[in-house]
Each structure stands twice: as C-alpha cells, then as structure tokens.
C-alpha cells in the first residue's frame, strides 16, 4: 500500500527556521517525483516545487523559489521542506503529494498534511 | 506561468441531479510528447485532496464512474452525473504540462 506519512504539527515564531517531512513507503520512492502543496487557511491549494529522490532533481514555483528548500533523502524515503526565516504568512497546511508518473499524471497520493503555525 | 481559471467558484445542487465545473487555461496544456496532463482533484472537508480524474478523462483507481472528464486543449470539464452527499467538497483542476498549478478552487454543496 503507497503511504506518504507527514511530520507532526508545528508552532514557530517568526525569524526561526522548520524542516518538515514526508515519508513514502509501499513503493519505489526514486521512482516518482514528490511535491509541495500549501494550503493557506480557508484558501485553494498552491503548488510549491517538486523533487524527484532518484536524483534530487528540483523544480520550484516562481511564487516559491528563494523562499523554501525542497529536499529528499532517499536511503530513508524521506522528502523535507525547509524555511530558513520563517514568517506569520507561512502559516499553514502544508501537502505532500507523489506525482503518479511520468511526471504530469496528476497526484495520486496525499499525505496527511502538516499544519505550521507561525505567531509571536 | 499558466494560470487555471475554473468557474463557476460554487455550485449549488439538489441531491441526484448532474453539477459540471470549467477548467480554462491561459495556454494550450498539450505537452511536446502529445499529452496534456489535466488532471481533477477531490477535497472533502477536513482531509486532504483526493485525485479523480488524470489525463482530462482518465478516472483514477477506486473513483466512482459518475465522474468524467472531458476536454482539449485549454477548456476542460468534470462532471458529476447525480450528486450524491458524499460528493460535498472544493474541487481543483491542476495542470502539469509545465511545471504545475492548481485552479481556483469550486465548492461544490448541497442545496
């Protein structure tokens, strides 16, 4: 069974830095490009960048490039997204989701989102 | 960037009757190896997005054949063909012929 398991909930003030995760299993992780969605409350669904962990190729939103990282390790099946200052805007759900192939065929499987919430 | 632009941005309908979303997109979603990677997610209150439809018609494992999809080039629709209460929710075209980006957003309830 393909499985994306998302880290837990997080609280941060602003200026502090956060990497979330997201783990495949039930399949060939290297395999299929795994992307970012934000969700901000109450809002639509916003693409922020893609990986793909066979060989850490990256493709970012211009809304997003510079303001995130987007990383994979796949000896453990994990792919991270980081902030280095994070802001009150970042607040938000947060989406993993692999991308069924050969890239383009739509995401077929969603973690469960990660919720960050950025307040001083 | 292609911009998706779905309408209407909500949908009232009665229960057992067809409800139908518009997908148009700012440039042509045929890709240079002859797909066009439309695809229609799900979203249920509360949960994560749920794909339906890939490939503008191509429905996905498990996903009811009350479901269809159809278009070209840069006007797409998903149909529901009788509405049933677990269909309550936002739905989202997303295209991914380059790079990827996501629509509005349309808000399917029950009247």
């Known amino acids: 069974e393909v499985q994306l398991v998302q880290s837990g909930a997080e609280v941060k003030k602003p200026g502090e830095s956060l990497k979330i995760s997201c783990k495949g299993s039930?399949?060939?992780?290297?395999?299929?490009?795994i992307g970012w969605v934000r969700q901000m409350p109450g809002k639509g669904l916003e693409w922020m960048g893609i990986i793909y962990p066979g060989d850490s190729d990256t493709r970012y939103s211009p809304s997003f490039q510079g303001q995130v990282t987007i990383s994979a390790d796949k000896s453990i099946s994990t792919a991270y997204l980081q902030w280095s200052s994070l802001k009150a805007s970042d607040t938000a759900m947060y989406y993993c989701a692999r991308d069924g192939g050969p890239p383009g065929e739509g995401f077929d499987y969603w973690g469960q989102g990660t919720l960050v919430t950025v307040s001083s | 960037d292609i911009v998706m632009t779905q309408t209407p941005l909500s949908s009232p309908v009665t229960l057992g009757q067809p409800a139908s979303i518009s997908c148009r997109s700012s440039q042509s979603l045929v890709h240079s190896d002859g797909n066009t990677y439309l695809s229609w997610l799900q979203q249920r209150p509360g949960q994560p997005p749920r794909l339906l439809i890939y490939?503008?018609?191509n429905r996905f494992s498990g996903v009811p054949d009350r479901f269809s999809g159809s278009g070209a080039g840069t006007d797409f629709t998903l149909k529901i063909s009788r509405v049933e209460a677990e269909d309550v929710g936002v739905y989202y075209c997303m295209q991914a012929t380059q790079l990827w980006t996501f629509g509005q957003g349309t808000k399917v309830e029950i009247k």
């Open positions: 490939k503008i018609s």
């Open positions: 039930g399949y060939s992780f290297t395999s299929y490009w």
